[in-house]
């Protein structure tokens, strides 16, 4: 079994270098709904079986690009939501509130909607739907954030493959079981 992973293609969408809090929580939701920019991408020697895709859009174009077929959509595979960890009018670097909400999802902070162990938990979920796949080779199109415990959890089952720490957009990445 041959399991591929996809991280989306690259967003088409601007950052702004300042925000506030709720300038944040509105780019989260922009950026959710933007298109995405194709990159040239290398499906391998591999026929590819199935492909499952989050359910975001820039998740599902990607998916459509790349893979001719059923393409099997669930929530399961969305990236790991992030908000401001605290609320203010002040206008603070765009990357202070990517950091820390990251931190604060590692830390279980209040802050975020979902903390580590419920992304844990989802990875398994999704994995456990698909533990009868094993005769077929699997596309998985999803996030960055999201795919670092994907690929944790999957080496934990036996899958080996390179660790990705941060991946990159529009590009495959093999692992076989």
């Known amino acids: ?3 591929g992973l996809v991280r989306h293609f690259k967003v088409n969408f601007y950052t702004k270098m300042f925000m506030s809090s709720a ?3 509105q780019w989260v939701k922009q950026y959710d709904n933007s298109d995405v920019i ?3 991408f290398k499906i391998g020697d591999i026929k590819w079986d199935k492909c499952f895709s989050s359910d975001l859009s820039r998740a ?3 998916s459509q690009s790349i893979f001719k077929g ?3 959509k669930t929530k399961l595979l969305r990236e790991v939501p992030i908000a401001p960890i605290f609320n203010t ?3 603070i670097p765009y990357i202070f509130w990517c950091i ?3 931190f604060a999802w590692f830390f279980q902070c209040k802050s975020q909607t979902e903390n580590k162990k419920d992304t844990q938990k989802r990875v398994n979920e999704f994995l456990d739907s698909i533990k009868d796949e094993s005769s077929n080779n699997i596309l998985i199109v999803c996030h960055g954030f999201f795919m670092n415990t994907l690929q944790k959890e999957l080496k934990s089952r036996g899958v080996t493959g390179r660790t990705i720490r941060t991946p990159k957009n529009g590009t495959l990445y093999l692992y076989k079981k």
């Open 70 to 72: 059923e393409i099997i």
């Open 38 to 40: 194709e990159n040239k």
């Open 60 to 62: 599902i174009k990607t």
């Open 23 to 25: 300038d944040f929580k």
């Open 100 to 102: 820390s909400g990251r």
């Open 1 to 3: 079994m041959n399991i």
């Open 89 to 91: 009018n002040i206008k």
